[in-house]
């Protein structure tokens, strides 16, 4: 992970808490993580910390993946913009193959590198507008909390780049690892990048009555659940729930009960040795054939493949 003057210390701590913390309980071997820094022993974070580490922006060059945290505070709207060094470093960590991985504002240093042009990218909500602006060669997806191009990928503000270094997490070592990590973080286990970044008021209470939705509509995921169904059961009208589930989720209830079926198909192909067409009909996904589909569609592999990958 790259440090220059004056970067916020919160993106900064989710990537060592995420990436530097050595767990091989998880996955063996972990991240092998360290921290590159502008100006060795003088560069100092917003709050005043300087990082203990000896190496500078050389050492991002072989890296297999560059984590660039949010720029200073004000930025993009008042104070300099990416120091010039990280954003040579950046194109030549690209050149030799490195994932890119960004958080926040950190945004507008991959795309002053070049590095996101003709990619979908997003960055806080409120500087998507700024960065369309600057960069009209970047797709700018103002509402996500993350996107993933592969070997590119970006984050929204704040909590959204917990959300995508777990997204990492899972791409490297699968659910079960990245779920485990969540837990001990204390966090969401997992919202997928298409969640709205800003959604109109926070998840509801137990005594709302949605969280109790959720949690019903979860432990039935091999069940037939329509939307009138979910109404039902939360005892509203079905335009009520749809209106709800987007000012509280950012989607609709079928994407989200979706999403958390992909989610447990993950995690039976990953920890279990049933067939495909048992993992699609327990998950809710169908037959092997749509599970297939959606599985594709969504991870970019095969079920198969992804197993072969994951189930050690």
């Known amino acids: 992970m790259v440090v220059s003057d004056n970067v916020p210390d919160f993106e900064v701590g989710i990537a060592c808490e995420v990436f530097g913390t050595y767990r091989d309980d998880l996955a063996d071997p972990w991240y092998d993580f360290r921290l590159c820094v502008t100006d060795v022993g003088r560069t100092?974070?917003?709050?005043?910390?300087r990082p203990d580490t000896p190496y500078d922006l050389?050492?991002?060059?072989g890296a297999d993946t560059v984590?660039?945290?949010?720029?200073?505070?004000?930025?993009?709207?008042?104070g300099p913009g990416p120091d010039p060094r990280l954003v040579e470093a950046l194109r030549v960590a690209r050149a030799d193959g490195a994932r890119i991985v960004s958080l926040c504002?950190?945004?507008?240093?991959?795309?002053?590198?070049?590095?996101?042009?003709?990619?979908?990218?997003?960055?806080h909500w409120m500087y998507t507008d700024v960065l369309a602006e600057r960069f009209p060669q970047v797709r700018v997806e103002p509402s996500v909390l993350y996107v993933d191009e592969g070997d590119i990928l970006t984050s929204a503000g704040r909590s959204a780049a917990i959300d995508l270094c777990?997204?990492?997490v899972r791409t490297d070592f699968g659910?079960?690892?990245?779920?485990?990590?969540?837990r001990?973080?204390?966090?969401?286990?997992?919202?997928?990048?298409?969640?709205?970044?800003?959604?109109a008021e926070p998840m509801p209470a137990r005594a709302d009555g949605l969280a109790e939705l959720l949690d019903w509509a979860a432990e039935r995921l091999d069940h037939r659940l329509t939307i009138d169904d979910l109404a039902r059961q939360a005892g509203v009208s079905t335009r009520s729930l749809i209106r709800r589930f987007h000012a509280t989720t950012g989607m609709s209830p079928m994407r989200w009960l979706q999403g958390r079926r992909l989610t447990l198909a993950r995690e039976l192909l990953e920890t279990t040795d049933l067939p495909v067409e048992e993992v699609g009909r327990r998950?809710?996904?169908?037959?092997?054939?749509?599970?297939?589909?959606?599985?594709?569609?969504?991870?970019?592999?095969?079920?198969?493949?992804?197993?072969?990958?994951?189930?050690?």
């Open 44 to 49: 100092r974070t917003q709050n005043g910390m």
């Open 58 to 61: 050389a050492a991002l060059a």
């Open 67 to 78: 984590v660039v945290p949010a720029l200073p505070n004000g930025y993009p709207l008042t």
């Open 105 to 123: 504002t950190g945004a507008f240093a991959l795309a002053e590198a070049g590095v996101l042009d003709g990619h979908a990218a997003t960055t």
């Open 166 to 168: 777990l997204h990492v």
């Open 175 to 182: 659910s079960r690892a990245a779920n485990e990590l969540a």
């Open 184 to 199: 001990r973080m204390v966090t969401p286990p997992h919202r997928s990048g298409g969640q709205a970044q800003f959604v």
């Open 283 to 312: 998950s809710g996904m169908g037959d092997a054939a749509n599970l297939r589909h959606h599985f594709i569609r969504a991870v970019g592999v095969t079920p198969t493949a992804y197993r072969r990958t994951f189930r050690r």
